[in-house]
């Protein structure tokens, strides 16, 4: 029986299962934790979730990553919304992120956490960067909303305070997609001028989100870059944001800044009448110093006896002259010392001296090598005699002298024996004064010669 089969290519299987997973998950929440999470040059971050018992890999595109408020990092425990698709080529299932929140914390605020414990590590917080306000502001730049009740509170307050006071505004939203840029931009404006005293940005107070925008970082930088201090007014007295940790100073309220920047006139006023108090009795306490100082020197006695000076100083040259006389007397007597002690010193070793010294031991020495050359001359002729009788007694020739002789064969071989030489050889016989050249008629083997 002939049964037929329904083969799939591994693109039709990859393509009916990502059917059925994207029709079954199109949206599904995914709770675990992060790891390996990775932003790679496109923006696209890929990360993989994990629980216990199993991990499914993930992908969060970079469109969507505006959307996310705090900064996802391993180990963070969050909340995953998205769909389930088949990537195919790698034949694998990702759970492609909408949104991501962590778990047990709100998003906006474990952002918060993250960007304060940040800017906190790079030094942004340290009170010693920070800069005091100056006491007299000639024009106060506010970054706020024109139409919100924090400039009208401000307005009311600084009016009250010091009516004219120059203000300028720098309008931006204060909440929502687009605050934090238009409240950066506000700040670089007002630097921009160039004769800001000092600026106030804020708003009035509200929830978190409603806040958010001060909790930018972008909002931060711009803070810490301005050219003149920075009061944050932002949210009521118990409100707290990032623009309040990063600023120069922070108020609880708007209106709490605008009484910070602004004195009292009254007070200015005072300040000012109590500083000419001052500064008049400091001018005449210095006159009355002067004078007593001035009717002291008239009567000092360089100006009632101005010769008085000229007769101390001829007295000290006199005193100096005749100090330096005896100081140069002194002098010379111990240069005089020292050259006759060098003469001295010359005198002995002086090339004179030397010489006769050098002759002294030449002598000394030709004298010791005579006496020496003597004794070994005889010491040797004594040895040398005693060597020539020795050799003597030794001698083949002493022996001829006795007598005896020497026969040698032709070749020059000494005959020890009658059986070297038979007869009819030619020998030669050595006396000791003389030689024999002789044929040998007979030989004997035995010996015969006569004892002596």
């Given at each position: 029986?002939?049964?037929?089969?329904?083969?799939?290519?591994?693109?039709?299987?990859?393509?009916?299962?990502?059917?059925?997973l994207?029709?079954r998950f199109?949206a599904?929440?995914?709770?675990g934790?992060?790891?390996?999470?990775?932003?790679y040059?496109?923006?696209?971050?890929?990360?993989?979730?994990?629980?216990e018992?199993?991990?499914?890999r993930?992908?969060?595109?970079?469109?969507?990553?505006r959307?996310?408020?705090?900064e996802?990092?391993?180990?963070?425990?969050v909340?995953a919304?998205?769909?389930?698709?088949?990537y195919a080529?790698?034949?694998e299932y990702?759970?492609?992120?909408?949104l991501l929140?962590p778990?047990?914390l709100?998003?906006?605020?474990?952002?918060?956490?993250?960007?304060?414990?940040?800017?906190?590590a790079?030094?942004l917080?340290d009170t010693?960067?920070?800069?005091p306000?100056?006491?007299?502001?000639?024009k106060?730049?506010?970054?706020?909303s024109?139409?919100?009740a924090?400039?009208?509170?401000?307005l009311r307050?600084?009016?009250?305070?010091?009516?004219g006071l120059?203000?300028?505004?720098a309008?931006?939203?204060?909440?929502g997609d687009?605050a934090?840029?238009?409240i950066t931009?506000?700040?670089?404006d007002l630097?921009?001028l160039g004769?800001?005293?000092?600026?106030?940005?804020?708003?009035g107070?509200?929830?978190?989100?409603?806040?958010?925008?001060?909790n930018e970082e972008v909002?931060?930088?711009?803070?810490v870059?301005?050219?003149?201090?920075?009061i944050?007014?932002?949210?009521?007295?118990v409100?707290f944001?990032i623009?309040d940790?990063?600023?120069?100073?922070?108020?609880p309220?708007?209106s709490?800044?605008?009484?910070?920047?602004?004195?009292?006139?009254?007070a200015?006023r005072?300040?000012v009448?109590?500083?000419g108090?001052?500064?008049?009795r400091a001018?005449?306490?210095r006159?009355?110093r002067?004078?007593?100082?001035?009717t002291?020197?008239?009567a000092?006695?360089?100006?009632?006896?101005?010769?008085?000076p000229?007769?101390d100083?001829?007295?000290?040259v006199?005193?100096?002259?005749?100090?330096?006389?005896?100081?140069?007397?002194a002098?010379?007597?111990?240069?005089a010392h020292r050259v006759?002690?060098?003469?001295?010193?010359?005198?002995?070793?002086?090339?004179?001296?030397?010489?006769?010294?050098?002759?002294?031991?030449?002598?000394?020495?030709?004298?010791?090598?005579?006496?020496?050359?003597?004794?070994?001359?005889?010491?040797?002729?004594?040895?040398f005699?005693?060597?020539?009788?020795?050799?003597?007694?030794?001698?083949?020739?002493?022996?001829l002298?006795?007598?005896?002789?020497?026969?040698r064969?032709?070749?020059g071989?000494?005959?020890?024996?009658a059986g070297q030489?038979?007869?009819?050889?030619?020998?030669?016989?050595?006396?000791?004064?003389?030689t024999?050249?002789?044929?040998?008629e007979a030989?004997?083997?035995?010996d015969?010669?006569?004892?002596?």
């Open positions: 029986m002939n049964t037929a089969r329904t083969v799939l290519t591994v693109a039709q299987l990859s393509e009916r299962l990502r059917t059925v994207e029709e199109p599904v929440w995914v709770e934790e992060i790891s390996n999470f990775k932003v040059g496109s923006g696209h971050a890929y990360f993989t979730l994990k629980d018992n199993a991990q499914i993930s992908v969060l595109f970079r469109n969507r990553t959307r996310i408020r705090f996802p990092k391993d180990g963070l425990h909340m919304f998205g769909s389930v698709e088949v080529q790698r034949g990702q759970l492609v992120v909408e929140e778990r047990g709100g998003a906006l605020q474990l952002a918060f956490e993250q960007l304060k414990a940040r800017l906190e790079e030094g917080f010693r960067r920070k800069r306000l100056p006491r007299f502001p000639r106060i730049g506010i970054v706020t024109p139409s919100g924090a400039i009208r509170d401000m307050v600084i009016g009250r305070r010091f009516a120059r203000i300028v505004l309008p931006a939203r204060v909440q687009g934090a840029a238009e931009q506000g700040l670089a630097n921009a004769d800001v005293d000092v600026i106030i940005v804020g708003r107070g509200g929830s978190l989100e409603d806040l958010w925008a001060f909002v931060a930088r711009a803070i870059a301005s050219k003149v201090p920075v944050s007014a932002v949210g009521h007295e409100d944001t623009a940790f990063v600023a120069d100073l922070r108020a309220t708007p709490a800044a605008a009484e910070m920047v602004v004195r009292e006139k009254q200015v005072e300040a009448a109590d500083l108090a001052r500064l008049e001018v005449t306490r006159l009355e002067d004078t007593r100082h001035v002291s020197l008239a000092r006695r360089v100006l009632t006896d101005p010769a008085r000229l007769r100083h001829e007295r000290r006199d005193d100096a002259a005749a100090r330096l006389r005896r100081a140069m007397h002098r010379f007597r111990d240069a006759e002690l060098l003469t001295a010193g010359l005198r002995r070793g002086g090339p004179a001296a030397r010489l006769a010294s050098q002759r002294r031991q030449f002598e000394h020495v030709e004298e010791r090598l005579r006496s020496d050359g003597h004794r070994l001359l005889s010491a040797a002729s004594h040895r005699a005693s060597a020539v009788g020795r050799l003597q007694s030794l001698s083949p020739l002493g022996v002298a006795r007598g005896y002789s020497l026969t064969l032709p070749g071989d000494v005959v020890h024996h030489a038979p007869p009819g050889t030619l020998v030669s016989i050595t006396l000791d004064q003389g024999l050249d002789a044929r040998v030989a004997r083997e035995q015969d010669r006569p004892e002596i």
